[in-house]
């Protein structure tokens, strides 16, 4: 049970997650939000949101809406009304699919298109446990992220790797931005 009513003040930021059709950005949301792995998930339609808590130094709490937007074409008009007033953006590409990976130029340039500001974000190369279909080399992946100074994890929904640190470095960049508390780092789900 979260206690959200004992904090001594708590900040509220929206985060939009994009990348393309089934690379899995509902299943890892599901992970980083249960701890566990969900295989059962439908295509998302149009957007999910999903709240999460993080329990910060000096009774601060941080909400993060994490808007969870579907990789589906046909929402590619709406999709920019999703985007304003984000805070934090997350990029999924499947290492396993290499059109996934190239799409992701794409998915940043429209998200820097419909926002003013640049805004802290993190690129996730997801189902790392399917290593033997790897299609996406790290140091490719790495140059892009370092081109767009975005911070780079290679993660698994299934098996949890790196899910919940990619998703603390990002609310961490946040709460930097905002200047909100120096302690960023000692971030935990509250
Ligand atoms: N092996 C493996 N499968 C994964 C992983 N993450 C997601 N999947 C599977 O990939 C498929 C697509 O996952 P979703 O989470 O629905 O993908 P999505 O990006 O939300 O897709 P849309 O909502 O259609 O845009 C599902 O069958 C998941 O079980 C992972 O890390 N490893
Ligand atoms: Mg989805």
Known sequence: ?????????SFSFKVVVLGDIAVGKTTLIRRHATGKFQHDISPTIGVDITTKYYQLPAGLLLMLSVWDV????????????????SAGAILVFDLTRSETFSRV???????????????????MGNKKDLVPSRAVAESDAKNLAGSYSLNYFETSALT?????????????LIIEGKNLTADAYGIRKA
């Open 70 to 85: 579907s990789g589906e074409e046909i929402y590619s008009k709406l999709r920019s009304m999703y985007y304003g007033g």
């Open 1 to 9: 049970m979260i206690d959200t009513g004992s904090a001594n003040k």
């Open 105 to 123: 130029k794409t998915w940043y340039e429209d998200l820097r298109a419909n926002l003013k500001e640049r805004i802290p974000a993190v690129l």
């Open 160 to 172: 949890g790797e790196n899910v919940d640190r990619a998703f603390y470095r990002l609310a961490a």
